[in-house]
């Protein structure tokens, strides 16, 4: 499983530590901050001052869709949500429950009390006493409230008859009591209620009613008497008067408003309120030059300066955040494969450079008058092909396609997003990166430039059956669409020259240049070291193939093979490619001779400075031998060295200086070195020798690391080792022994003498 903490770490690491990575943000920041400005600046919408009763100065058309919310309707209809809500009031079952255990208190020990003592007589006073002994010392009831009680026929029927009474008062259609009358806290003009039971979190349990039945305890004391004769009207005058008594003195609100929950259901009913919207057509005429402005006209003249494009901080932000998205995304890829896209630090300037012109050419573009016709002139005016070609031309398709796409999303910025703006962006773009992608001749440019002239003028005439254009305009844009394309691509031959020259960037043309066997650096080494001559072209013609299968830049590979052993043109004599002709050899230990040898890199690296070779070409010379060790002289010391225990033997000088090879292509040809170099010392050569001999010099470099920086996966290391390993067996292939011409008279004159014949 891929641990991303651990990939970001290593990622900030090399943010930090890695010059090439560093300044690829300095120059995205710059141009986040310059695009961001430009476009701020250029798509700003005008925004307008007028009053009622004023005279427009100027037609006043709507530019794009704007939705807005109708804020008067939105409103009436969160009034109309709010009339439908309920005031929330909490009943307190506690309370019901409490009086009823207060009537079992009182009315149960008046039951017991006639139970134990029964009456002799009309005379009660010793059960008085009896009962004002057992009841609670805060029941403080007068005798003759006690008395009126006591003398009930059934104390029982009594008991039963007070807690209907108190159940009615308290739970009568599901409602309570309140402790003082609703005063409208919160300003709503609404009458429906709600009430809840404490120990309820049910809304199928909660009682609607509406204000108005609400009582209070007031209201419950007035009422007191009518109640307690309603619900038991068989009980005495006396004894009426006694429990209505006993209520009031216990008598408590079990009904609040709850506020809070009031509050939280009617803001939840409001934020469910959809905002009644309302649309400016694209195209709508708000009001023509010369008409009053009227309250209406003013409105939408309001809503327009409201929804102004970057008169407010979102559109800048939003612009940034877009393009912070668009560099992120583009991160994953570079930190994976900055070689592909920016060989070099100077590919991030000249990227950059060629986008910031782009942009400030795109913002004088309005100053065209084809321009300001139509949102499609506009495009085919923008150097869009330029831009993209001259980086696919000077670097690689894989850049120039990220360049496109971020040339398409600030273009669609800066135009607004359109059916057919669109596709001509995308196809112009696209087309950009792909048409150049084979061009070996100068004059392929000018083909390829009427290549995608004509295809954005077919796509203009395809939408303009689609969106049934005027044919008048159809044509003009055809015309600037076919002249996009061949001016653009003009106009790539007559700058990448130049951008060649001055960043030193070796391109396929340069590559072509540089491969021509005529120039005088090879014709020297024809002369001089003609071994080395021919093994670096039999190393260019296994490089070549081996990058081609695996689809790396061949060409640079074929002219590095070519160049990276120009230092052994000096001291030729010393390499046994050449025939070890220089007499120094037989006198020097084998430390001499192999820096005399190792030597060769950094002869070969000031002598293609020299002539001014590509530091892309010069970098095959520096790492065509990476790190590795030369075995043969280092065996050679080291034998001689034990023989003399004096003697001091470094493996660092017989250890080539490096670096190891930084890309796909370098890492080729220091295998095809080394394994056409092995080549040559195999004695009777057949295709198991060969793959042995194959097989152990990748094997080798590669446990000894000299591939860890060259970016081979070991699929690609497998399709290499097999291109090799077929030329070879080519090159080495078992030929026919042919007879000589002696043993064929022979067998001629055998077959004559029996066939009778004479020859």
Not at 417 to 446: E, G, H, P, W, Y
Request: hydrophobic share 45%; glycine share 4%; aromatic share 10%.
């Amino acid at each position: 499983m891929i641990d991303f903490r651990d990939i970001s770490k290593k990622n900030l690491k090399r943010v930090i530590l890695d010059k090439k990575i560093r300044l690829y943000y300095i120059f995205v920041i710059l141009l986040i901050l310059s695009s961001t400005g430009i476009l701020a600046y250029r798509i700003t919408d005008k925004t307008y001052n007028y009053n009622v009763g004023d005279i427009a100065t100027s037609d006043i058309r709507v530019q794009r869709d704007i939705y807005y919310i109708k804020e008067s309707e939105t409103n009436a209809e969160k009034q109309r949500v709010l009339q439908s809500g309920k005031l929330v009031f909490d009943k307190d079952t506690t309370v019901l429950q409490d009086n009823l255990k207060m009537v079992e208190v009182i009315f149960g020990n008046i039951v017991k009390v006639l139970e134990d003592y029964p009456p002799l007589s009309n005379d009660f006073s010793i059960q008085l006493e009896v009962l004002k002994n057992r009841l609670p010392k805060n029941f403080h009831y007068t005798d003759e409230i006690l008395l009126n009680l006591l003398s009930y026929e059934n104390p029982r029927q009594l008991k039963l008859a007070v807690s209907k009474i108190l159940i009615y008062i308290y739970d009568y259609k599901g409602l309570g009591v309140l402790d003082k009358e609703y005063k409208n806290d919160l300003n709503l003009e609404i009458d429906a209620v709600t009430i809840r039971t404490d120990d309820s979190d049910n809304l199928n349990d909660e009682v609607s009613a509406k204000l108005e039945e609400l009582v209070t305890i007031d209201t419950i004391r007035g009422r007191l008497n009518n109640i307690c004769s309603s619900v038991a009207p068989y009980l005495p005058k006396k004894t009426q008067d006694s429990v209505v008594t006993i209520i009031k003195d216990n008598l408590k609100a079990n009904l609040h408003f709850n506020e809070e929950e009031t509050k939280r259901r009617i803001d939840e009913k409001i934020k469910e309120v959809k905002p009644v919207s309302g649309m400016l057509k694209k195209g709508q005429t708000i009001v023509r030059e010369g008409d009053t402005v009227t309250g209406d006209v003013l409105q939408k003249i309001s809503i327009l300066n409201k929804n102004a494009r970057t008169s407010h901080l979102n559109f800048i932000l939003g612009v940034i955040f877009l393009q912070i998205i668009f560099v992120f995304i583009m991160s994953f890829f570079t930190f994976t494969y900055e070689m592909v896209y920016f060989p070099d630090r100077k590919g991030i300037i000249v990227v950059c450079s060629l986008i910031l012109f782009f942009m400030i050419y795109s913002f004088f573009v309005d100053s065209f008058e084809i321009a300001q016709s139509s949102k499609i002139a506009t495009i085919l005016l923008l150097p869009i092909p330029f831009v993209v070609m001259m980086i696919s031309i000077l670097y690689n398709i894989y850049l120039s396609l990220f360049v496109a796409l971020y040339l398409v999303f600030y273009t669609l910025m800066m135009v607004d997003v359109d059916l057919q703006v669109v596709i001509i962006i995308f196809s112009t773009a696209l087309m950009s990166s792909f048409i150049n992608i084979n061009v070996d001749k100068r004059s392929d440019f000018f083909k390829g430039g009427l290549i995608l002239g004509a295809i954005n003028s077919f796509i203009i005439v395809s939408l303009a059956l689609i969106e049934n254009t005027p044919w008048k305009v159809v044509l003009t844009h055809s015309q600037l669409a076919f002249a996009n394309g061949v001016l653009n691509s003009i106009l790539v031959l007559g700058i990448f020259p130049i951008y060649e020259y001055i960043f030193d960037i070796t391109t396929k043309f340069k590559l072509l240049e540089l491969s021509d066997l005529n120039a005088s650096i090879f014709k020297k080494m024809l002369i001089n070291a003609p071994g080395t001559y021919n093994h670096s072209l039999l190393v260019s013609t296994l490089a070549e193939a081996a990058c081609k299968e695996i689809r790396a830049n061949y060409m640079l590979a074929r002219v590095g093979a070519f160049y990276h052993d120009i230092g052994k043109i000096q001291d030729a004599g010393i390499y046994i490619e050449n025939g070890i002709t220089d007499p120094r050899v037989k006198k020097m230990k084998p430390q001499e001779y192999a820096r005399l040898i190792i030597s060769h890199v950094e002869k070969g690296v000031e002598l293609a400075k020299s002539y001014k070779i590509p530091e892309s070409v010069i970098n095959f010379i520096r790492e065509h031998h990476g790190t590795s060790v030369m075995t043969f002289f280092y065996h050679q010391a080291l034998e001689s060295a034990s023989n003399s225990p004096d003697e001091v033997v470094s493996r660092d000088d017989f250890q080539y200086p490096g670096p190891k090879p930084q890309s796909k292509e370098t890492a080729i040809v220091m295998l095809a070195d080394a394994i056409e170099a092995a080549s040559r010392s195999i004695k009777d050569p057949d295709r198991d020798k060969i793959e042995g001999m194959v097989k152990k010099i990748i094997y080798n470099k590669l446990n000894d690391g000299e591939l860890d920086s060259s970016g081979l996966s070991m699929v690609e290391l497998k399709k290499v080792q097999n291109v090799f390993l077929n030329m070879l067996y080519g090159i080495y292939h078992t030929r026919i022994e042919y007879p000589d011409s002696e043993k064929l008279k022979e067998l001629e004159k055998e077959m004559a003498e029996v066939k009778g014949q004479v020859i």
